[in-house]
């Protein structure tokens, strides 16, 4: 099975902060690495997939990064709005989550 | 207009088997590179993935889980099936299906809305 480990698990930040959450795998998945966003009631929504493609309708100021084992979600400039839980996702052996960035502004 | 939607108990009782249809449009799950997975998340907890089933009725599951679930689908009708047999308290969790795109890394790119199910006698 791959792990995933999201990091932080939560966060504090202020509106216009640039914001970084780290995804590591634990073994190489290449770019077969997918970002959601979950606000409290609501289903996931796709963000980024294949690590750094942005899903169209996602605002630009959401960017994806990184290849084999370390992937980093970016929120250049964080908005109310944003206040959610992150997870990463990866495809490349069967499927896993990550167990969740919850970001709080 | 792409949507899911999950239906089923709301309250099922330990031992008993769960089943869940998912109800979607705008889709075919006949279309080449289209799958439809479920996936959990229990109050207050991570995601976890529990099986897909694609347009060549491959079938896929979570080794954990997979003696408990049976995954099926009706082209016809547009649904898929979820089946978990001898359900458990820790079972007790939202319930989502989703359909899972052909890309490079297999988005699950549109997402039902979920249910509820409880465990509990």
């Known amino acids: 099975d791959i792990q995933l480990t999201q990091s932080p698990s939560s966060l504090s930040a202020y509106v216009g902060d640039r914001v970084t959450i780290t995804c590591r795998a634990s073994?190489?998945?290449?770019?077969?690495l997918n970002w959601y966003q979950q606000k409290p009631g609501k289903a996931p929504n796709l963000l980024i997939h294949?690590?750094?493609s942005l899903q169209s309708g996602v605002p630009s100021r959401f960017s994806g990064s990184g290849s084999g084992t370390d992937f980093t979600l970016t929120i250049s400039s964080l908005q109310p709005e944003d206040s959610a839980t992150y997870y990463c996702?990866?495809?490349?052996?069967?499927?896993?989550f990550g167990g969740g960035t919850k970001v709080e502004i | 207009q792409i949507t899911l939607k999950e239906s089923g108990p709301t309250l099922v009782k330990p031992t008993q088997t769960l089943t869940l249809t998912c109800t979607f449009s705008?889709?075919?799950?006949?279309?080449?590179?289209?799958?439809v997975g479920w996936i959990r998340q229990p109050p207050g907890k991570a995601l976890e993935w529990l099986a897909v089933?694609?347009?060549?009725?491959?079938?896929r599951y979570s080794p954990p889980l997979k003696s408990r679930l049976t995954i099926t689908k009706d082209t016809s009708k547009n649904q898929v099936v979820l089946t978990m047999t001898n359900m458990d308290p820790v079972d007790t969790a939202t319930y989502y299906c989703?359909?899972?795109?052909?890309?490079?890394?297999?988005?699950?790119?549109?997402w039902g809305q979920g249910t509820l199910v409880t465990v509990s006698s």
């Open positions: 989703a359909r899972r795109r052909g890309s490079t890394s297999w988005p699950f790119d549109y």
């Open positions: 705008g889709f075919s799950i006949s279309t080449t590179g289209v799958g």
């Open positions: 089933i694609y347009w060549d009725d491959d079938e």
């Open positions: 073994q190489s998945i290449s770019d077969y």
């Open positions: 294949a690590a750094s």
């Open positions: 996702q990866q495809s490349y052996i069967a499927l896993s």
